[in-house]
């Protein structure tokens, strides 16, 4: 059952300095029209060849979707609505958005569009740190874009922060967060700086030239980020994302749960039918793709069992509720304890790992330490 969809919008303005997600700056509006025509075609290949089940979850992702100008934007949503119409009357549709992206014209045409939570990456409240790290926007671009989408109507609004930043320490990130904080939000997401090869922050570490926090530091920043964020009451759902009741990315969870979602757009990825597929990633290559063959794919292949319950267990634990045994069982066939006892008799020794009412969690102690106890399942079912 496929409820869920996401798009790429490969289009920046700049090269943020950490960014290696599949991303294109360009000023050609050609490209761009090219580009939305291509998807056009991959979706109406997609649904032909997999009718969706009813549309719970929509995710545009980027690049930085909000780049598409008025004009390109209102086809974009009118194709979505086109290929994907059969929505539930509670469906999440996301789109992501730069600050200083988002004008008026734009905001209208998105709401009228479906469009109904806004993800604005945000990153930090600090100017000079923001200039630091090639972002385009300042703090009070922040909160013109918010104004914008609150005067538009969006009520469903997240922003997404980062620490472990060149010279940043504990005290600039409760700067960012006591900030964020006044803008009354109902989500953030916010993570750790990962430096990622084929980015400028990579060249300039491998050159000893980044001066990065200490891992002391970040564990300091991590730490207050959980701390603040329960005191202002926020819920921890996952390992980097909080919310108020009821405004938890229910597309994400998608992904936490190891559901199937189709994968549409340049170097997108999806999961249906128990088969995962890659999208051709350089923008070209995908509209030639689209147009030769309407699925633009350069890899796809089944997933076996023995690797969705890899998947699920590692996925899964990323949420704070857990993975559930009886759901396990009941989608395996196998009790969880048969396949991944050894390591979970293990982690909940070490206090990482916790069982709670059916349900196997992260502890407290296992949360910054989520990627070491993901590690533990890998390659263990041929073994069990």
């Not at 671009?141 to 060149?166: K, M």
């Not at 922050?201 to 990065?212: Q, S, V």
Request: proline share 5%.
């Amino acid at each position: 059952m496929t409820r869920a969809v996401y798009i790429h919008i490969p289009f920046c303005t700049n090269k943020c300095y950490y960014c290696d997600f599949n991303s294109f700056v360009t000023k050609n509006p050609q490209l761009v029209w090219d580009y939305l025509e291509a998807l056009d075609r991959e979706m109406e290949q997609t649904v032909h060849d997999v009718p969706p089940e009813e549309i719970r979850t929509i995710f545009v992702g980027g690049g930085t979707p909000t780049f598409l100008d008025a004009k390109q934007m209102e086809f974009f949503v009118s194709s979505v609505a086109k290929h994907f119409p059969n929505r539930s009357a509670d469906v999440e549709f996301t789109m992501e958005a730069n600050p200083g992206t988002t004008d008026p014209e734009k905001l209208a045409i998105m709401r009228a569009g479906g469009v109904n939570r806004i993800s604005f990456g945000v990153q930090s409240f600090d100017d000079a740190l923001l200039a630091r790290i090639g972002r385009i926007h300042d703090s009070a671009q922040v909160y013109r874009s918010l104004a914008h989408a609150r005067e538009a109507g969006f009520t469903n609004l997240s922003i997404d922060l980062i620490f472990g930043l060149p010279d940043q320490t504990p005290v600039l990130f409760k700067k960012t967060l006591d900030a964020a904080f006044a803008l009354d939000l109902p989500h953030f997401s916010s993570y750790s700086l990962k430096v990622e090869e084929n980015t400028l922050f990579h060249t300039l570490y491998e050159k000893d030239k980044l001066p990065l926090p200490t891992e002391e530091e970040e564990v300091v920043m991590y730490d207050m980020l959980m701390n603040e964020m329960a005191a202002h009451g926020y819920h921890q759902y996952e390992i980097s994302n909080f919310a108020r009741p009821g405004y938890e990315s229910r597309h994400n969870m998608t992904y936490w749960r190891n559901e199937s979602y189709y994968g549409i757009g340049a170097g997108a990825h999806g999961y249906v039918n128990g088969e995962r597929h890659v999208n051709a990633g350089p923008v070209q290559h995908y509209i030639q793709l689209a147009g030769e063959q309407g699925l633009p794919r350069i890899e796809q292949f089944a997933v076996t069992q023995d690797e969705q319950m890899e998947d699920h267990m590692i996925m899964g634990l990323r949420m704070m509720s857990g993975v559930d045994e009886a759901v396990f069982s009941e989608r395996f066939g196998v009790p969880l304890t048969h396949v991944f006892g050894d390591s979970m008799a293990d982690l909940i020794e070490m206090g990482l790992l916790m069982r709670v009412d059916g349900r196997v969690c992260l502890t407290k102690k296992g949360i910054p330490l989520g990627n070491e106890v993901f590690a533990r399942f890998l390659g263990l079912v041929d073994k069990a």
